[in-house]
């Protein structure tokens, strides 16, 4: 089964700071997704960033950035120029290629941005 | 905005009953996904469903029902109520399976069981 592991449950970051969040995931497989999800107090889950696993390069998408560690199966996030939008829940996932549509979530970190 | 709407809101049940609760998928995703999300958890897999088949399910029981119609609408019907099916519950849409893996939340249902 694959497991997604978030050890981080809060963290706080000063305004224009940049924090990373960390993630580690457990898998058998080749091939497969990994994501960033943000989860504000409004629920709805917002896509951050996606990293497909034969990719070596990291993702990054403006200020988010990840730093995936294939043979370590670790997935971090890296927040830069934190803004108080970011305050939120955030969430890593996997998707394996049994079916990549169904995501195994971790158990998240929130985070506060602080002014 | 996902374009994918969920109904009710919020939804109070007492224990034993049953809920119905109704996603509308973003126009012309033949998918949809079900999580639960309990309070401090990050979301769990409930089942898929592509052209109104179930494809695929996670380790909920039976009493976890669930239907897609053509018009992108489906439900998740949850029978016998117990208290730890409170949770906040999500649908997700997405192209066919294996396409892509673009899913796109809706706002969730918050179930509470008492």
């Known amino acids: 089964a694959q497991t997604v592991t978030q050890s981080q449950p809060e963290m706080s970051v000063q305004e224009a700071e940049t924090v990373t969040l960390s993630c580690t995931y457990d898998t058998s497989e080749n091939n497969y997704y990994l994501f960033w999800y943000k989860q504000p107090p409004s629920r709805q889950m917002i896509l951050v960033i996606r990293q497909e696993a034969y990719k070596q390069q990291n993702a990054t998408e403006n200020r988010f950035s990840v730093n995936f560690q294939k043979a370590a199966k670790s997935f971090s996030l890296k927040i830069s120029d934190s803004q108080l939008g970011d305050t939120a829940m955030y969430f890593c996932a996997f998707a394996g290629s049994d079916n990549f549509n169904k995501f195994y979530f971790g158990s998240g970190t929130k985070l506060n941005v602080k002014p | 905005e996902t374009g994918v709407t969920q109904s009710p809101t919020h939804l109070i049940k007492t224990r034993g009953q049953q809920v119905t609760l109704r996603c509308s998928s973003q126009?012309?995703?033949?998918?949809v996904s079900w999580y639960q999300q309990a309070l401090g958890q990050g979301p769990q897999f409930i089942f898929q469903y592509y052209r109104e088949e179930e494809n695929g399910r996670g380790n909920f029981p039976p009493r976890f029902s669930g239907l897609q119609f053509p018009n992108y609408s489906s439900e998740l019907n949850v029978n016998a109520l117990e208290l730890d099916d409170s949770a906040l519950y999500l649908c997700?849409?997405?192209?066919?399976?294996?396409?892509?893996?673009?899913?796109?939340f809706g706002p969730g249902t918050r179930l509470t069981v008492l």
């Open positions: 126009s012309g995703h033949n998918t």
């Open positions: 997700a849409s997405s192209l066919e399976p294996g396409l892509t893996n673009e899913q796109f």
